[in-house]
């Protein structure tokens, strides 16, 4: 029986001021993927200037934001500023509220990267709002022969990524693997699990697989192999399980908490803590 329970295949979706990036998926499909909201990816290989994200809130969900390559500025209302470079992330959970932007920098060699949402549970849906820079040197990793795994998130073969403040335990793995070589990977039975393979190309339990494609998975042991140099993010998390009421950058349990998150935007009140 295959590990496969549904594909989901990149669509490009124009956001910020302009930029196109990939959505593996999203509003709509968060059933499937419960405790996670959204995953768009961005690449870019040749020379460009990115219009960015420019200023706007969000409440209610916690970001992450990844680069593979180029580089992005960020900057928010809590007055954390700063240059994510290729290799390093940002975990941010906007809590009752935040206002930030996203700028990407010129790059020469263009741009790879990913943004995740993560919802946050009714209980801390209003939390104080909270940032982490992960640099280079803290990130994790652990290196076979063939294979390379960077622990994002969670626990992989005794390592613990760097992500310690996040509200929910998910775990988040950025895997790369040489042609011929596989990788096995188990995917727990109280939570909901995804890959998105976005180099490359292979097979889950024997099942093909390739980029730029994201697939939900049964649990059990999930045996990834590479037919040519593969590169995916594995990520997995137990479902909250609660009412989700979506607006744009906001996500809350009732449309009444939305509302109120408007009215607060409009009157100006809508951060909470500085």
Known sequence: MSKIISEYRAKPVMEGAGVLVNRVFGHGETTQFDPFLMLDYFETKEASDSPGFPWHPHRGIETITYFLRGSGMHEDSMGNNGVISAGELQWMSAGSGIYH??????????????????????????????????????????????????????????????????????????????????????????????????????????????ATAGYTLDAGQIEVSASEPMEFIFAQGRPLNEPIAWGGPIVMNTREELQTAFDELEKRTFIKQR
Do not use: C
């Not at 010129?106 to 820079?133: A, I, R, V």
């Open 101 to 210: 932007q996203e700028m990407p920098q010129t790059s020469k060699d263009g741009y790879q990267g990913f943004q995740f949402w993560l919802n946050l549970p009714q209980k801390d849906k209003m939390k104080s709002p909270e940032y982490q820079y992960i640099n280079n040197g803290e990130m994790k990793s652990v290196s076979e022969t063939g294979s390379v795994v960077r622990v994002i998130s969670g626990r992989y073969d005794g390592v613990t990524g760097p992500i310690d403040k996040a509200s929910l335990d998910v775990t988040m793995l950025h895997v790369s693997l040489d042609a011929g070589k596989s990788i096995t990977l188990e995917r727990g039975a109280q939570e909901n699990g995804f890959m998105f393979v976005f180099e490359g190309s292979g097979s889950i339990d024997g099942q093909d697989v390739g």
